[in-house]
Structure formats: C-alpha cells, structure tokens
C-alpha cells in the first residue's frame, strides 16, 4: 500500500479512488491531473526511475522547470541562469557534467537514477516530496549523497515522505514522525524511536496488536 499512496498523491491515471478525498493545503486535488498537482509544489521520487529514451536530461531539466514557472505566473529562466542552477545543484549531488548530457536516466547506475532524481527535486523546489523507497539498490556512498540531497532541501515550508523498509536510510535523514502503514491503515506512529523498535524487533508484534 505504500507505493500505492505514493502514486494516488501524486495522481497516477491507472489508479482510482474510490471513496474518501485527499485534500492539500485544504484544497481536494482528486480531480487534478499529475501536472497540475507537481505545478501545485507536489513531487514524486520513483522506487525504480524508468529510462527514456530520445529525451535530453537537460532539455527535460529546463522544460519541467519552465512549465512550473509559467503556473506559478513567474518568468521562465533564461538559458544561462538555468544552465548555472543545474551546475550548481548537481556538483552538491556529485553528478558528473556527462551524465546531463545523456537521455534521461539512459545507462544510469541505480545510484545515478536516484541521484538524478533528487537533481530534478532540488532545481523543482517542491513543497511535498514523496520519496517512494528511494534506498533500492543504492550503496553505502550513493545512499549518503542522496540523503545529503534531501537534507539540504529541508525546511519548515516543506514535507517530506520517506517510504522506506529499513532504519539505514533514516539514520541519514532523520524522520520528526514515523507512521506504521499495514493494509491500507496507519496502525502506530511515533518519533525516530519508533523506526529503531522496528529495526530491533520487526513488525511481528505491531501488527498482532492491530490484527
């Protein structure tokens, strides 16, 4: 259910609800479409971030950041502010000039897919990032640098989600609140010290409490 929230709040079409409403900075975005919702500050970290071919990394990068720039009524970026902004962020994610220069996500490592995805999440700015297991498949050095990433964007005017199985991410990105998600329901929330209990004694109990 988790990677099933992740793609409701971000508006995936083959997904439907069917009762109930998610309401965003009191407004229902049900009906929104997925690019109206990321124009809304709302954005999505894939578990595995999908290769596509025949589009340029940085093409992409400005036609994203354009786009959200025209519904939030602000000026598009000129070419030589954009290309400093990209430079900028991605030498703090330790992105290589070459992969920019690549289609997106094309011969990537998983941990260049991660880290250019958290690349997109710096230069967007977004006020809801939803981070959908965003540890698969990273070693211990990509792991840092993506949570380094993620990090530097904390602020009191932005949420985070972390989807996540296992306590080594979080002793990166340190959670305020750690929520329980089992069939559809919360079943326990708490502070980091919850996602310590669950590292030392697993979900077993939890769940026969709520069972």
Same mark, same amino acid.
């Given at each position: 259910?988790? @990677?099933?929230? @992740?793609?409701?709040?971000?508006?995936?079409?083959?997904?439907?609800?069917?009762?109930?409403? %998610?309401?965003?900075?009191?407004?229902? %975005? +049900?009906?929104?479409?997925?690019?109206?919702?990321?124009?809304?500050?709302?954005?999505?970290?894939? &578990?595995?971030?999908?290769?596509? #071919?025949?589009?340029?990394?940085? &093409?992409?990068? /400005?036609?994203?950041?354009?786009?959200?720039?025209?519904?939030?009524?602000?000026?598009?970026?000129?070419?030589?502010?954009?290309?400093?902004?990209?430079?900028?962020?991605?030498?703090?994610?330790?992105?290589?000039?070459?992969?920019?220069?690549?289609?997106?996500?094309?011969?990537?490592?998983?941990?260049? /897919?991660?880290?250019?995805?958290?690349?997109?999440?710096?230069?967007?700015? #977004?006020?809801?990032?939803?981070?959908?297991?965003?540890? @698969?498949?990273?070693?211990?050095?990509?792991?840092?640098?993506?949570?380094?990433?993620?990090?530097?964007?904390?602020?009191?005017?932005?949420?985070? %989600?972390?989807?996540?199985?296992?306590?080594?991410?979080?002793?990166?990105?340190? #959670?305020?609140?750690?929520?329980? +998600?089992?069939?559809?329901? %919360?079943?326990? @929330?708490?502070?980091?010290?919850?996602?310590?209990?669950?590292?030392?004694?697993?979900?077993?109990?939890?769940?026969?409490?709520?069972?």
């Amino acid at each position: 259910g988790k @990677s099933t929230l @992740s793609y409701i709040l971000s508006g995936r079409e083959d997904y439907e609800v069917t009762e109930g409403d %998610i309401l965003y900075n009191g407004e229902s %975005i +049900l009906e929104l479409d997925p690019a109206e919702r990321a124009a809304k500050g709302i954005f999505l970290a894939f &578990q595995y971030p999908v290769e596509i #071919p025949g589009v340029a990394t940085m &093409q992409f990068l /400005k036609v994203a950041m354009n786009e959200q720039r025209k519904a939030r009524g602000e000026a598009e970026l000129t070419t030589p502010d954009f290309i400093r902004r990209v430079k900028d962020a991605a030498e703090k994610l330790k992105i290589d000039q070459a992969m920019l220069r690549r289609p997106l996500n094309v011969g990537f490592s998983g941990g260049e /897919k991660k880290r250019a995805e958290i690349l997109q999440m710096a230069l967007l700015e #977004p006020k809801l990032c939803v981070l959908d297991e965003t540890d @698969s498949g990273l070693d211990i050095d990509a792991l840092k640098i993506v949570a380094d990433g993620v990090n530097a964007l904390k602020s009191p005017d932005r949420a985070v %989600i972390v989807i996540t199985h296992y306590q080594r991410l979080l002793d990166y990105i340190v #959670p305020d609140s750690v929520h329980v +998600l089992y069939k559809g329901q %919360i079943i326990r @929330s708490g502070d980091k010290a919850l996602a310590l209990e669950l590292e030392e004694n697993g979900y077993a109990d939890i769940i026969g409490e709520a069972a």
